[in-house]
């Protein structure tokens, strides 16, 4: 299965451990809560709704282009996959490239690899990456951002509380995703009511060296944004997500890439009955 330069679920999970306008204007005399404490409120909401989100799958559309130095399109792969949740573990599962279904061996070799998956996501402590590589908690991602410029604006017709952050040159840090956490800056909105990520965009400010730059270096200027919806009561889940990452990989090759990534066909289901219950992506007003 190929994927962008970074691996689109450990870049977002780096990330994320991190009504009407009447409503919004109702709530402008109340003071800012503190941006620490509410990406705290954010860490333990998501815990309480992580046993909800398992009983909910989703169909995910990713479109990777290769991009040539003047920003041409010179290869594009589509792919279409099944998500869904174990253990608080999200799992992607291959349905079909370019349109096309799986062959059976493709079939049976991606069957293989997400009944592993599964196995591992059972046994793995929520938090943790399931394919090894680095998780950073929400703790370390406050002592390595500054937060900056709080403050309330509507989002999609709900209030939201938006800050800006960026990671310190001079935090000193532990394994690859913190590393890479002090060369991001962005913006991020947060639910008020909810407590839920919104709306993310991030970029790399300077240059990210993997291995000292002989694996890769990730180039200044790739950028990633992210959104989220509430599709039930008190549920969120991913809407889609885009990005650039610019790589020089190996010292030697240049790769520029692309990616769409739209979620949609959110569907609620019984371990029952294995029925399922559209669950359409709401505009749901306190």
């Not at 869904?84 to 070799?109: C, M, Q, S, W």
Request: aromatic content about 6%; glycine content about 8%; hydrophobic content about 35%.
């Amino acid at each position: 299965m190929r994927s962008p330069i970074l691996p689109l679920g450990s870049f977002v999970a780096c990330l994320l451990v991190l009504g009407a306008g009447a409503g919004l204007a109702a709530q402008t005399d109340k003071p800012l809560p503190d941006p620490h404490q509410l990406m705290l409120d954010v860490s333990t909401h998501q815990k309480r709704v992580d046993q909800i989100r398992e009983s909910y799958t989703y169909s995910t559309q990713v479109t990777t282009q290769d991009l040539d130095g003047n920003g041409k399109v010179t290869h594009t792969e589509v792919q279409e996959l099944e998500t869904f949740f174990v253990n608080g573990h999200e799992i992607a599962r291959l349905t079909k490239k370019d349109g096309k279904p799986l062959d059976p061996k493709e079939e049976e070799k991606e069957s293989a690899r997400v009944g592993k998956l599964v196995e591992k996501a059972e046994k793995t402590p929520q938090g943790q990456a399931i394919e090894g590589g680095d998780t950073i908690s929400i703790s370390r991602v406050l002592e390595i951002m500054d937060v900056s410029a709080a403050r309330r604006e509507a989002f999609r017709g709900r209030p939201t509380i938006v800050f800006d952050f960026a990671g310190r040159k001079d935090a000193k840090t532990h394994g690859l995703a913190e590393e890479a956490s002090k060369k991001l800056k962005g913006t991020i909105w947060i639910d008020e009511a909810d407590r839920e990520v919104a709306h993310l965009e991030v970029t790399f400010y300077d240059n990210f060296h993997v291995a000292g730059g002989l694996l890769a270096n990730v180039q200044k200027g790739s950028n990633f944004r992210f959104d989220q919806a509430p599709v039930d009561v008190g549920l969120w889940l991913p809407t889609g997500a885009e990005g650039t990452m610019k790589a020089r990989l190996l010292l030697v090759k240049n790769t520029r890439q692309h990616f769409n990534v739209r979620n949609y066909d959110y569907k609620r289901f019984t371990v029952d009955t294995q029925q399922t219950k559209d669950a359409k992506v709401v505009d749901r007003k306190e």
